[in-house]
């Protein structure tokens, strides 16, 4: 059996399944100013755009967390990139990076910022699957 035509037909098969446009990124912190009271977003580095798969893991793996005064569950969701994604030289992605959906077959999904929980590497993976979260 030959591990590299395997693994070839595989990551081909994942990457059919992924539909979603996706933008991954980085954010500076953020600018407070205190002649105007506002605050300006960070700005982003984008570290990948392009197709994705994000899906939903069981609704049940869901925490509740204090926001804001008020209970709010955080669910958890697993995106899924082509495997040979390329990250420039000394480039992690890191828990608090974020995911956006572009563009996906679920409209309701266009625009949710999901962050990054966790990273998974591996060199006979068919995808690059990234743990996220909605804290929306």
């Given at each position: 059996?030959?591990?590299?035509?395997?693994?070839?037909?595989?990551?081909a098969?994942?990457?059919?399944?992924?539909?979603?446009?996706?933008?991954?990124?980085?954010?500076?912190?953020?600018?407070?100013?205190?002649?105007?009271?506002?605050?300006?977003?960070?700005?982003?580095?984008?570290?990948?755009?392009?197709?994705?798969?994000?899906?939903p893991?069981?609704?049940?793996?869901?925490?509740?967390?204090?926001?804001?005064?008020?209970?709010?569950?955080?669910?958890?969701?697993?995106?899924?990139?082509?495997?040979?994604?390329?990250?420039?030289?000394?480039?992690?992605?890191?828990?608090?990076?974020?995911?956006?959906?572009?563009?996906?077959?679920?409209?309701?999904?266009?625009?949710?910022?999901?962050?990054?929980?966790?990273?998974?590497?591996?060199?006979?993976?068919?995808?690059?699957?990234?743990?996220?979260?909605?804290?929306?």
């Amino acid at each position: 059996m030959n591990i590299d035509g395997v693994l070839a037909a595989g990551r081909a098969a994942a990457e059919s399944r992924m539909r979603d446009d996706v933008r991954v990124y980085s954010q500076a912190d953020d600018v407070f100013d205190r002649a105007t009271g506002t605050t300006t977003p960070g700005a982003p580095t984008v570290l990948y755009e392009g197709k994705g798969r994000v899906k939903p893991i069981a609704q049940a793996s869901g925490r509740e967390v204090q926001a804001g005064g008020r209970e709010v569950q955080l669910l958890a969701y697993q995106v899924s990139l082509p495997a040979d994604v390329p990250l420039a030289a000394d480039t992690r992605l890191l828990p608090g990076m974020k995911v956006e959906v572009l563009d996906s077959p679920d409209t309701r999904m266009v625009g949710l910022v999901l962050w990054v929980t966790a990273a998974n590497y591996g060199d006979q993976t068919t995808a690059w699957r990234l743990t996220t979260e909605d804290r929306s």
